[in-house]
């Protein structure tokens, strides 16, 4: 009995100072809504593991990243090599391509860390740039995600500064063939372009200090921002409900999906040992940027076939498709043939990127929450619009290496490049039409389903002796698909919210070329259906 009292005394002091604990760290600490948080409810679709590859792949950069600063050396000072490799012997280079070199052939591990390096790299622009490709598609840009859109946007801006800024440190033949492109397009700024070039470089080109001065930017200025940006966009990711597939039970109110702990979780951490495998692998196997065969740099020299990695390819093309064109302003020459493609043109691919959201907004008058994704066929305006920018960034891509491509089908290249430059002006128009025609077929394909059922391969004979084939009803979850879309009715031409008469007019214009065009299914209330089994509502 005396044992069980003290042992009683003894649970009884330990609850009491459990609690005291555990209030004092929720008055600092979120501790009390740290439950709430592990059962927040997260979606499952393969479309959304494409920003989580983003994030992982970010993961093995930082890793990887800080490894390779432990042996670089951020220096243009002049050395002559005397490593293992011996087709360099007795050259002369700058410190920063020695070092890289050394990672490569002296280091052990160096050179399957430095490609897992530029590999993680790759997939992380990849990945971003196809996630932005699903949230504008979808329409994930919209009310309440406006902000998260612009920080994806940024996002994407800074990786291709960081990409380009480590790209050049190796300071190879072919990062510095990059850097005298950039130092040209520097020079095209008008006015200021000298100074900027003089600035950025320590002087005249190539100088000395651009490798010292890309180093830190590329190590800790943009990753910070990265990190920073991130960080905020997973706290929005959090805070509003993640985006889900019209379904059952799936509504713009709730978010029914799997717990956040321990199913996302784990599938999660399986998802990102899976990018880490298949970087190393393509790491271990898959050569990329071979630094010794380009050789040191030398300003009078540019290897055949130099071509940049995939991201700024669509800048090379858009400097080789523009016609030579320059002109005379009080004293200045502005070099038209290198402004617009490579200040000018990425200035308004971005300026639309970020605009977008606010510009459909406007032109459709939809100002409420979704939480919803459209599916492809149910926008096609939208739809069109992606396509034909996806076709126009793809011609410049491909105007990148049009001396590659001259060479490999033994066309040539003056034919190669007029091709492309009717090209870039005609694809993406007739993707436009020919997308939103598509789309619209398909709408129209699903209302005769939903009208008449779906086609069985069965026939039947009447009883005048003819034959007709047996359809049967679809199945609620696709009912309810089909039946949850409603397409918005053109704006009236008048002037909304006091706008002026024209621009009330072109809204009125805009909104008649998103919604003119339409397929509307039969106009009915979703059947509602409990959530799947094994799913969590939100």
């Known amino acids: 009995m005396l044992f069980q009292r003290r042992r009683a005394r003894a649970g009884a002091r330990a609850r009491v100072v459990a609690e ?12 009390s809504s740290a439950g709430t948080l592990l059962r927040k409810a997260f979606p499952e679709h393969w479309s959304f593991l494409l920003g989580e590859i983003a994030l992982y792949s970010f993961v093995v950069l930082l890793l990887t990243g800080v490894w ?88 994407f801006a800074l990786a291709l500064v960081e990409g ?32 900027v070039s003089m600035f950025v470089f320590g002087g005249e080109y190539p100088g000395e200090d651009i490798v010292p001065r890309l180093y830190p930017v590329h190590i800790l200025l943009v990753p910070g921002l990265l990190l920073a940006l991130v960080t905020l966009h997973l706290i929005l990711v959090f805070h509003l409900k993640h985006t889900q597939w019209a379904g059952p039970g799936r509504t713009e109110r709730n978010a029914v999906g799997k717990p956040m702990f321990p199913q996302f979780v784990t599938n999660s951490t399986g998802l990102f040992f ?41 800048l090379e093309g858009s400097l080789r498709l523009m016609p030579p064109f320059e002109t005379m ?70 105007a990148g290496g049009n001396d590659i491509l001259a060479h490999v089908f033994d066309v040539s290249i003056n034919l190669l490049t007029w091709v492309f430059r009717v090209a870039l002006v005609v694809l993406p128009p007739i993707a436009l039409m020919v997308t939103k025609r ?37 199945g609620p979850e696709e009912r309810h698909v089909l039946r949850s879309r409603r397409e918005p009715e053109p704006s009236a031409p008048t002037a909304p919210g006091g706008e002026g008469p024209r621009v009330g007019r ?18 009915a209330v979703p059947e509602e259906s409990a959530s799947p089994p094994g799913e969590l509502e939100r």
């Open 20 to 31: 005291r604990t555990v209030d004092r760290a929720d008055e600092r600490l979120p501790v």
């Open 68 to 155: 390779l600063t432990l042996f670089f050396e951020p220096s243009m000072t002049e050395v002559v090599y005397d490593g293992s490799y011996e087709p360099l012997l007795g050259l002369s280079m700058s410190e920063a391509y020695r070092s890289t070199v050394d990672i490569g052939f002296e280091v052990r591990g160096g050179l399957l860390i430095r490609q897992l390096h530029h590999w993680a790299a790759l997939v992380f622009l990849s990945a971003i740039g196809v996630h932005l490709l699903r949230v504008f598609f979808t329409g994930a840009f919209r009310r309440p995600r406006e902000a998260n859109w612009l920080i994806g946007v940024t996002l």
């Open 164 to 195: 380009f800024a480590g790209y050049s440190l190796p300071d190879d033949l072919l990062s510095g063939t990059g850097l005298r492109i950039a130092q040209g397009i520097m020079l095209s700024i008008p006015v200021v372009g000298t100074y």
């Open 274 to 314: 899976m990018v880490f495998g298949v970087l190393t692998l393509l790491a271990a196997v898959a050569q990329i940027n071979p630094i010794w065969a380009y050789g040191p740099y030398r300003p009078d020299v540019v290897s055949f076939g130099s071509q940049p990695d995939w991201y700024v390819g669509f």
């Open 329 to 398: 302003v009080w004293g200045h020459t502005v070099m038209w043939n290198v402004l617009v493609p490579a200040v000018l043109l990425p200035g308004a691919l971005f300026a639309v990127l970020y605009a977008y959201p606010f510009f459909e907004r406007w032109v459709t008058g939809d100002d409420e929450e979704h939480h919803l994704c459209d599916r492809l066929r149910d926008k096609p305006v939208r739809t069109g619009l992606g396509v034909g920018a996806v076709c126009f960034y793809g011609v410049l891509l491909l």
């Open 438 to 474: 598509v789309c619209l077929a398909l709408r129209e394909r699903e209302r005769e389903r939903l009208e008449e059922g779906a086609e069985t391969g069965r026939l039947r004979q009447t009883l005048a002796g003819g034959y007709v084939e047996v359809r049967e009803p679809l």
């Open 506 to 523: 072109l809204r009125a214009a805009l909104s008649e070329w998103y919604y003119g065009d339409r397929v509307d299914v039969e106009d």
